[in-house]
């Protein structure tokens, strides 16, 4: 799919580990998209246009964006709220439970926007350049967002089964001390990604999560109403984003 491709399988223990890497401009993110993010309106997109497109301008030769997951077989999707993958008991929540009902393996996938987007807006910060440090700070979320959306929608079809929608820890009732036992199941500075002691992601711009494989399970394009924050999230723009991805792909792969 990409320059940097890596896949490996291991059909004895039903594990299959993928790895991109790419640049910046393979995302083409627009000045449009951007001020949607941020909330304007068409009227003030076009007021920020230039500077937005100054800002994705000289981050086009930007490298360092990476995506990666591995699958593995399920353990246990008992009774309880838990999963087990690969002896690793998961505290996913009755909510992500049902929703991964049926899955038959468990893909474990992190991406990150790379440690140039994720620095960006702090330095403009420094220098106080405040708008443009809110638009840098959006731009890495929107570009973190289509990496994860590309590994989701792009990549798992090839896989022949069904998949849920992805789900990281910190979301519904997944506690984010969890994040730690998630990182456990992959190898050392996957994707050149790791934790420091608070349990944060470096590069900050990175995102982790898991999603189910199968024959039965489903995505659901308006999952939102099962999120506790959906009433006040300033996240819905970049849902939007993943519903057009997968909407995009349905149609150029009938």
Known sequence: MAAGEQVTTNVNQFTVKVHHQFQFKDLQITSQEVG???NLSRKEIDGFKPMIEAILSDLKSADGLECGMIIFPVDDLGTNDWITVDSVSLAVGKTIKQKL??????????CTAGSELSSLPEQLMKTENYIESHIAETIGTLAVEKLANKLHHQILPNSGLNFTNRYSPGHCEWPLDDQQKLFSLLPDNFCDIHLTESLMMQPTKSLSAIIGLGATVKYE??????CDYQPTCNYKFFRKTQIADYQNLATSNP
């Open 36 to 38: 949607r993010a941020m």
């Open 101 to 110: 009902s049926g899955a038959q393996v468990i893909a474990i996938f992190i």
């Open 221 to 226: 394009k308006d999952d939102c109403k099962y």
